[in-house]
């Protein structure tokens, strides 16, 4: 899918932000147009690697966030991952997370030795909601995709008009 950006919305996004970096990569056509290209990238299927990514975890007190890498945390573990697109959203809070939560002595009796939350909320938000809901307690550790950048690679994101979201997802990684 390709979409045309002329020259004065880059030169209005780019007074606006002296930082801006393009998420998409421009090309130009040959009537000196931009061209934005938006490629589609596959759903993860049972057997592929997951992708090397850091994601962040808050820490209590507003701690500054942590960063975990993704493949260092799996490393030589049998985890299971679930995704929900927002953080104390209705259906996230009352249904996908509580499931997870009830599940977790059965989780540990198959192998699991992890159990990860993700959503495309910052840190400081997924640490709020594990701590309040119980899931922290519970042992779920709450990591945030706050780029977008594991839901995009696993080909599980999804536009919502404002920014990149998680679609709702579970998967069992067994070293990576």
Same mark, same amino acid.
């Given at each position: 899918m390709n979409f045309k950006i002329y020259p *004065? &919305? %880059?030169? *209005?996004i780019s007074c606006a932000s002296s930082s801006f970096v393009p998420y998409f990569p421009l090309s130009f056509s040959s009537s000196s147009e931009f061209v934005l290209s938006m490629s589609t990238v596959s759903e993860v299927k049972v057997g592929d690697r997951l992708p090397? /990514? /850091? %994601?962040? $975890?808050?820490? @209590?007190?507003?701690?500054k966030p942590k960063e975990v890498n993704l493949r260092e945390l799996l490393a030589g573990k049998k985890v299971a991952i679930f995704a929900v697109p927002g953080a104390f959203t209705p259906g996230c809070s009352k249904s996908h997370l509580p499931s997870f939560i009830s599940a977790m002595n059965e989780l540990k009796m198959k192998g699991i030795e992890t159990v990860i939350c993700t959503a495309t909320n910052d840190a &400081?938000?997924? $640490? @709020?909601?594990g701590r309040t809901s119980g899931g922290a307690d519970a042992g779920i550790r709450f990591l945030a995709d706050d780029s977008g950048e594991l839901c995009t690679a696993l080909g599980l994101s999804m536009e919502t008009g404002c920014l990149v979201r998680s679609k709702r997802y579970s998967l069992v990684a067994e070293d990576g």
């Amino acid at each position: 899918m390709n979409f045309k950006i002329y020259p *004065i &919305f %880059l030169t *209005i996004i780019s007074c606006a932000s002296s930082s801006f970096v393009p998420y998409f990569p421009l090309s130009f056509s040959s009537s000196s147009e931009f061209v934005l290209s938006m490629s589609t990238v596959s759903e993860v299927k049972v057997g592929d690697r997951l992708p090397d /990514v /850091v %994601l962040k $975890e808050g820490q @209590a007190d507003y701690g500054k966030p942590k960063e975990v890498n993704l493949r260092e945390l799996l490393a030589g573990k049998k985890v299971a991952i679930f995704a929900v697109p927002g953080a104390f959203t209705p259906g996230c809070s009352k249904s996908h997370l509580p499931s997870f939560i009830s599940a977790m002595n059965e989780l540990k009796m198959k192998g699991i030795e992890t159990v990860i939350c993700t959503a495309t909320n910052d840190a &400081f938000v997924m $640490e @709020a909601w594990g701590r309040t809901s119980g899931g922290a307690d519970a042992g779920i550790r709450f990591l945030a995709d706050d780029s977008g950048e594991l839901c995009t690679a696993l080909g599980l994101s999804m536009e919502t008009g404002c920014l990149v979201r998680s679609k709702r997802y579970s998967l069992v990684a067994e070293d990576g």
